[in-house]
């Protein structure tokens, strides 16, 4: 987050990053690294990676690193500048409470649809509040096809193991939902997509992207966010904004 300033390009940052797994003794990227500035957020497996660092944009960096064969998998979004715009600051207050409502339901036998149900209703009680979307939170979300999925088109989470979508089931053979195991590892990722050319929402709201993204390992007693270190709240991105990034490399 210190080092990807204006100037600078997505590669450049990518490459930092990195050195950063190599130097720490992971070997290769779980999965090849998304380092998207403004609106290449919105492409959800953006890995061009090659634009220039523009300021007053956000960047959203999802990486991992394999380490001793595991994969990895953490999506953070910050302001090239340090400091999120009101608009911004919106967009990725919804996220973040999107993801903490997904946790809130996290413990052993949850099934996956109940953590992307609880996701999807905050999102979407966002997008209402901000006037992007009309009518209630039930009826976004028991419609199909829904409105808000134009906003948030991917699922809450995935297995995570030795592959980063790791080869478990989402469904038993007897056809139910499969719940969560202690000692399995899944990942919680909402995220908002206000692409540069939807015109039926506010300018200053287009072109943002961001997306969380926590690791999470279930538990005998509940779980344990495996990426809780990486800033998260905002006052903590922007400090980590204002790191030298020296420190680390
Ligand atoms: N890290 C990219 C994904 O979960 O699809
Ligand atoms: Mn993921």
């Given amino acids: 987050m210190g080092f990807a300033k204006a ?12 050195y950063i797994f ?22 959800l497996h953006y890995v061009e990676n090659n634009k220039l660092l523009k300021d007053g944009d956000l960047l959203l960096i999802d990486a991992g690193c394999e380490y001793q064969y595991y994969a990895s998998d953490i999506t953070r ?20 409470k999107a993801q903490k409502s997904a946790f809130s339901v996290i413990k052993i036998a949850a099934k996956p649809s109940e953590i992307h149900k609880a996701a999807c209703q905050e999102i979407i009680k966002g997008l209402i509040d901000l006037k992007f979307l009309n009518g209630s939170i039930d009826e ?5 096809p829904s409105e808000f999925r134009d906003y948030y088109p991917h699922g809450t989470g995935h297995w995570l193991g ?23 590892v899944f990942t919680v990722e909402p995220g908002i997509y206000l692409d540069h050319f939807r015109h039926n929402i506010p300018e200053k709201y287009r ?9 999470i390992h279930i538990t005998e007693t509940g779980f344990e966010n495996l990426s ?8 903590e991105v922007e400090a980590a904004c ?8």
Avoid: C, W
């Fill in 7 to 18: 100037g600078r390009h997505e590669y450049q940052v990518q490459g930092v990053m990195e």
């Fill in 22 to 43: 190599k130097n720490s003794g992971a070997l290769s990227s779980a999965y090849n690294s998304i380092v998207a500035s403004g609106d290449n957020a919105n492409t």
């Fill in 77 to 96: 979004t910050f302001p090239i500048n340090g400091k999120f715009s009101g608009a911004q600051k919106e967009i990725y207050e919804i996220v973040l």
């Fill in 140 to 144: 976004h979300f028991n419609k199909t």
């Fill in 162 to 184: 030795l592959d980063v979508h790791d080869d478990n089931t989402y469904y038993q053979e007897d056809g139910t939902e499969m719940g969560l195991i202690a000692g399995s």
């Fill in 207 to 215: 072109g943002i992207g961001v997306r969380i993204e926590d690791d």
């Fill in 228 to 235: 809780i270190d990486a800033p998260k709240e905002i006052l």
């Fill in 242 to 249: 204002a790191i030298n990034y020296n420190d680390f490399i």
